[in-house]
Every structure is written in structure tokens, then in C-alpha cells.
């Protein structure tokens, strides 16, 4: 169920186009977690539309305007569980963007069995 939702300016001069299905790749290899149960959507934001620390960027710099990564994991992993996915997380972006890992920003929200409407049914583990 990982479900990664990535948030970033535009990349100056590269596709991104492929990029949530290479995320989703690098991150099932590393974390064991079988692709097909890896989801992941990338929005870009419009030029302008991301200020950090005061400061509009048109494209996606390398040191400014991290990236915006948020995890939606089932509940019932473990403390460091939860932060090998966070690396491995990290860790594919970063690979995928070319970007240093500083740069990435990753938030973790646990589902709670129940909370869950998945595959036409209420899940439950």
C-alpha cells in the first residue's frame, strides 16, 4: 500500500514524465515491498508557486524549495520500518531527480486498518 505523493517545481530542460514509475521501481527493490502494492504520483506546481523562506523559484533548484514527498503506509510497520522506507525513499527520488538528499522533504501518515476503502472493499490487516 506505500502510497508516495510527490510535490516539486518543474525541473529546468528534463521530462519528468517517467519519474513516479522509476520512483516506484527503486523503491520496491530497496524496501522488499512488492511493486505492485508501490503507488506514487508526482505534481508539478506552477512556476512561481512554491516560496520558501520568502523566495519564489520558477524551476526546481538543487539547494532551495525542497522537494514535497508524503508516505501513506498501513499502521502496522514498526518504528524502523517506517524509517527504512523514509531512506529508502529518500534514496529513490534522490536517485530518479539527481537532487541531494538534503533537498528532499518526506512526511510519513499511517492508515489505520479500517480507515482504508482499497481494491472495493474496507481494508483490514
Known sequence: MPILRIT?????????????????????????????????TWQLLPNGHYAYAG????????DSHPLIVEIMLPDFYALD????????TVEAVSTVTHL???????????????????????ARW
Open 8 to 40: 516539486s517545481l518543474p525541473f529546468e530542460n528534463q521530462d519528468s514524465s517517467t519519474w513516479s514509475a522509476e520512483v516506484c521501481k527503486h523503491f520496491a527493490e530497496t524496501t522488499d515491498i512488492p511493486l505492485k502494492h508501490v503507488s506514487a
Open 81 to 88: 520500518r517506517v524509517e527504512k522506507i523514509i531512506m529508502a
Open 100 to 122: 541531494p538528499a538534503k533537498n528532499i522533504f518526506v512526511q510519513v501518515n499511517r492508515a489505520r486498518s479500517g480507515a482504508v476503502f482499497d481494491e472495493g472493499r474496507i
Open 55 to 62: 523566495e519564489n523559484a520558477h524551476f526546481q533548484p538543487r
